[in-house]
C-alpha cells in the first residue's frame, strides 16, 4: 500500500445500557443521540460485529482490520502481528455506570479458548471522574474456597465476602481475568482490556429490563473461572512523575503508563514492537510526527501504528494521557 501510516482517530461506538447514564455526552462531551443512554463507548475494537472505523484522514472510512490486513507489522509490530496476525489484541471503551453493574468475571485465555473460542480477559479501569463516596468491586475480602465461595453464593451472601474500594478520580485498578468485579454507581473509567466480549454474569441485583425479563446469568460457568485467593492490595496506584512516561499497570497483554504533561514532550517508540494507544483524559494536546499533526482533547482515542517512532506531544495547559502497547516479553 501506498499511503503514508500517520496516527489514527475512530468513529466511536456508543452502547445504550441498563445501567448507563449521561456522562459520555456531559463530561467527555460525544453525542450518543439517538440512544436514550450511554452505558459505554468502544473507541478502538476488532470485535467482530464491532469493528471501529477510521474518523480521520486519508484513510477515513476504512476499517480497523482493512488497516491490519493492508499494513500489517507495520501498524501491529513484527512480534504483535505475528503473535495475534489479523486480528487487534486490545479493546478500548469509556464506562459510565449510572447504576452498579452486574457482579461479574471474565476467563482467562485457557478456558476462554475452549469454551469460547476467544481471548480471554485481562482489564484495567483507570478512573476519570467518580460521585461522592462511589465504590467499587474487586476480589475477595477474606480467604475463600470454592465451597465457601458457593456457601455464600446460595445464601444470598455473596457481598459479605467481597472486596469494596472507595474510589477517586485518578485511581487504577487492575483487573486480571479471574477476579470477580463490579464498577459502582456514579463511576465514569476508561478501560483497557483484551479484546474479547466473553463476560461470564454472576448476580445482577435482580433487575429487570423494560420488557420484565431479568439478564442471563452464569453462575456454572463463573465457578471454574474465578480465582479465589485473597490479595492484600487490589488498587495499583503508583507514584507519576510530571512529564515522563510513568508505568501503572504491566502484564503479558498490555503495558499501560500515565503521562501528566505540561511543555512539550518528546516520545522516542523505536525500542517498542508494537502499536501504542493514547487515551487523552484532560486538557488539549497537538501530536506532531514529522510534516503530520493533529489535535487531541478529553475523550479522544489515538492509535500510532508501530513504524512511527518518533512522536512529539505539545500540551496547551496540562494534559493527562495513558499510553498502552503490547510489551515486547
Not at 121 to 132: C, L, P, S
Amino acid at each position: 500500500m501506498s499511503e503514508q501510516l500517520y496516527p489514527f482517530k475512530f468513529k466511536t461506538i456508543f452502547k445504550d445500557k441498563i445501567w448507563g447514564g449521561t456522562k459520555i455526552k456531559d463530561v467527555l462531551h460525544k453525542d450518543y443521540s439517538p440512544l436514550p443512554n450511554c452505558g459505554e463507548t468502544w473507541e478502538l475494537s476488532g470485535v467482530e460485529g464491532n469493528v471501529s472505523f477510521v474518523a480521520n484522514g486519508p484513510l477515513e472510512g476504512e476499517p480497523l482490520t482493512t488497516l491490519i490486513a493492508n499494513y500489517k507489522d507495520k501498524l501491529l509490530g513484527k512480534k504483535v502481528y505475528e503473535t495475534y496476525g489479523g486480528q487487534f489484541p486490545l479493546l478500548i471503551k469509556f464506562i459510565d455506570a449510572n447504576e452498579d453493574l452486574s457482579i461479574q468475571v471474565h476467563p482467562d485465555d485457557k478456558l476462554a479458548k475452549e469454551r469460547h473460542n476467544s481471548f480471554g480477559k485481562t482489564e484495567m479501569w483507570y478512573i476519570i471522574q467518580a460521585d461522592e463516596d462511589a465504590t467499587l468491586i474487586t476480589g475477595f475480602n477474606q480467604e475463600v474456597d470454592k465451597e465457601s465461595y458457593l456457601e455464600h453464593f446460595n445464601s444470598g451472601k455473596l457481598t459479605d465476602i467481597l472486596n469494596k474500594e472507595k474510589v477517586a478520580e485518578d485511581d487504577v485498578f487492575f483487573i486480571p481475568a479471574g477476579r470477580v468485579h463490579t464498577i459502582g454507581k456514579g463511576i465514569m473509567l476508561a478501560e483497557i482490556q483484551q479484546s474479547s466480549d466473553v463476560t461470564y454474569r454472576i448476580y445482577d441485583f435482580d433487575r429487570t429490563d423494560d420488557k420484565g425479563n431479568k439478564r442471563e446469568l452464569h453462575v456454572e460457568e463463573a465457578v471454574d473461572a474465578i480465582d479465589y485467593k485473597f490479595y492484600d492490595e487490589y488498587k495499583s496506584n503508583k507514584p507519576i512523575e510530571l512529564n515522563k512516561s510513568s508505568a501503572i499497570v504491566e502484564c503479558p497483554f498490555f503495558e499501560t503508563n500515565r503521562m501528566v504533561i505540561d511543555s512539550e514532550m518528546k516520545k522516542d517508540y523505536s525500542s517498542i514492537d508494537s502499536f501504542v494507544i493514547l487515551v487523552f483524559l484532560e486538557g488539549e494536546t497537538t501530536i506532531t510526527s514529522g510534516d503530520f499533526k493533529m489535535q487531541a482533547k478529553l475523550g479522544d482515542v489515538v492509535l500510532i501504528p508501530a513504524e512511527m517512532d518518533e512522536l512529539i506531544l505539545t500540551p496547551s495547559g496540562k494534559s493527562k494521557v495513558l499510553e498502552t502497547y503490547i510489551p515486547n516479553y
